[in-house]
């Protein structure tokens, strides 16, 4: 079952959006060559708890760290650790928080100083994705039409849609129905109605779409060693439109 949040919930579920958002702002800073994910990883704990709220992902079916940082191959998961950031990686925070009991979950890939031009390129086009899948979200809506727009543009510039990992609903549960594939049909799916809340989640390959999970049970990374690359917003669906919960 589709839950559609209350205004006085939605009221809520701003407020944990912003905070994803100013900790996503933070770590940008922080974000350099020679700092580790272990550092990243205190720095977005100590700032989600000081806005009284708390990580959603630490302990979250075991998972060790307050965020996932995933560096170059890896998809999302990553536990973050002693790893050192490099000149030229690229690394993926997916941040949640949890306030009032109602979660937030945003994802970013960013830079580590300067990277490659096909760095840059599966970057601009996974963030693209995301947006043209956002743009199409409105009541009446069937959400693989939204699914399939976000397809088309990775797909569209030579890049892969991993199938094995998916958005989904937000809410009182980090994840609640209903799923959201990056592929898809068209005119196909439930139809949004305003109040849903979703996490649309654009997981692109540089290679080949196929993924695999290292032995940490939790870290995702591409078969062929390439690139990959994760963008993700909660939003709301309006009574015209949509309005992103996780930026500021």
Not at 97 to 117: F, L, R
Not at 179 to 206: C, F, H, T, W
């Amino acid at each position: 079952m589709i839950i559609c949040k209350s205004e006085s919930e939605l009221l809520i579920m701003r407020e944990a959006g912003r905070i994803v958002a100013e900790t996503h702002q933070v770590l940008a800073k922080a974000i350099r060559p020679g700092a580790t994910t272990k550092q990243l990883d205190q720095i977005a704990e100590e700032y989600i708890r000081s806005r009284d709220a708390i990580p959603s992902f630490k302990g979250y079916g075991g998972f060790p760290g307050s965020i996932c940082a995933s560096v170059n191959e890896e998809l999302v998961h990553g536990i973050p650790g002693d790893r050192v950031l490099n000149e030229g990686d690229i690394i993926s925070l997916d941040i949640g928080a949890e306030y009032k009991g109602y979660h937030g979950d945003s994802a970013w890939t960013y830079p580590v100083g300067d990277i490659s031009a096909e760095a840059k390129k599966l970057l601009e086009v996974t963030e693209r994705s995301l947006y043209q899948g956002l743009d199409l979200i409105k009541p009446d809506v069937r959400l693989y039409t939204v699914s399939h727009a976000i397809q088309k543009c990775i797909e569209g510039e030579g890049f892969s849609v991993v199938r094995e990992y998916v958005g989904h609903g937000i809410g009182r549960k980090l994840h609640e129905e209903p799923q959201i594939p990056n592929y898809g049909s068209p005119d196909r799916g439930p139809r949004l109605k305003a109040g849903m809340v979703l996490a649309i989640e654009p997981m692109v390959n540089a290679g080949e779409r196929y993924v695999r999970t290292l032995e940490d049970n939790w870290t995702v990374v591409t078969v062929d060693g390439a690139l990959c690359a994760h963008f993700e917003h909660t939003v709301a669906v309006t009574a015209d439109g949509y309005e992103i919960l996780t930026a500021l």
